[in-house]
């Protein structure tokens, strides 16, 4: 089993929908959780970074921590075509040093139709 | 792209040749990344870098080598390439120590005929 599950997709909304991607977890001394997005042929770019449990808000994104339930969620409120990407969270244990790596999901294939 | 720049970015070889891919940074992070990512696996970590002279391997490690011989480039090596090294690399910086995040390249297309 993997330390981080993300449903690969593709998940196909309609322009303006409201947009939920997941990732689950399987070490709770995982502390700090992140989000990218990677446009085609692109790479990774960081969206959210958050810190243990609660919520953070930056514009149309959300990035939510729900660590009783090992859970992980972004929201992307009114959902644009180019918000079309392939969105990869990632996640790192209490911090040992300087050294941590993350640990990465597969990634959600997201498609936003105009 | 945070300063990075990676070359070649579309390499086509043979098995058994050897391939050096380069990451170049501008603004002298001491923190960088070779990573490698396919389908159904992800993002791979294969070595990694804190400064000059000093690396250490990620978990796919095997068939790569890697050189920092100066603070703005960082080489990654394939000694003798094989099919299964066909893939997209990326490389990726961190910008201090004290964080977490780290910021990509472009990334090199690599196909090993």
């Known amino acids: 089993q993997k330390e981080v599950e993300q449903d690969p997709g593709p998940l196909s909304v309609p322009e303006g929908a409201i947009v939920s991607l997941n990732c689950t977890y399987s070490n709770s001394a995982f502390q700090y959780f992140m989000w990218y997005r990677q446009y085609s042929r692109k790479g990774p770019e960081l969206l959210m970074y958050?810190?243990s449990s609660g919520n953070k808000e930056d514009g149309r994104f959300t990035a939510q921590v729900d660590k009783s339930s090992k859970y992980i969620s972004l929201f992307i409120r009114d959902s644009q075509p180019s918000d079309s990407a392939t969105y990869l969270c990632?996640?790192?244990?209490?911090?040992?040093?300087?050294?941590?790596?993350?640990?990465w999901g597969l990634g959600t294939s997201l498609a936003v139709n105009p | 792209d945070a300063g990075i720049t990676q070359s070649p970015r579309h390499k086509v070889t043979e098995t058994g040749t050897p391939v050096t891919l380069r990451c170049h940074q501008t603004e002298n992070h001491r923190y960088m990344y070779w990573y490698r990512q396919d389908p159904g696996h992800g993002l791979r970590l294969i070595h990694y870098?804190?400064?000059?002279?000093?690396?250490d391997k990620g978990e796919v490690s095997d068939g790569y080598s890697v050189s920092r011989s100066k603070t703005e480039d960082f080489l990654l090596t394939l000694e003798s390439a094989t099919s299964s090294q066909t893939s997209v690399y990326f490389c990726a910086i961190k910008i201090a120590a004290s964080t977490d995040t780290q910021y990509f390249g472009p990334g090199t297309r690599l196909t090993v005929l």
């Open positions: 990632a996640m790192i244990r209490e911090r040992a040093g300087n050294n941590r790596k993350l640990i």
């Open positions: 870098s804190y400064g000059v002279k000093d690396t």
């Open positions: 958050t810190y």
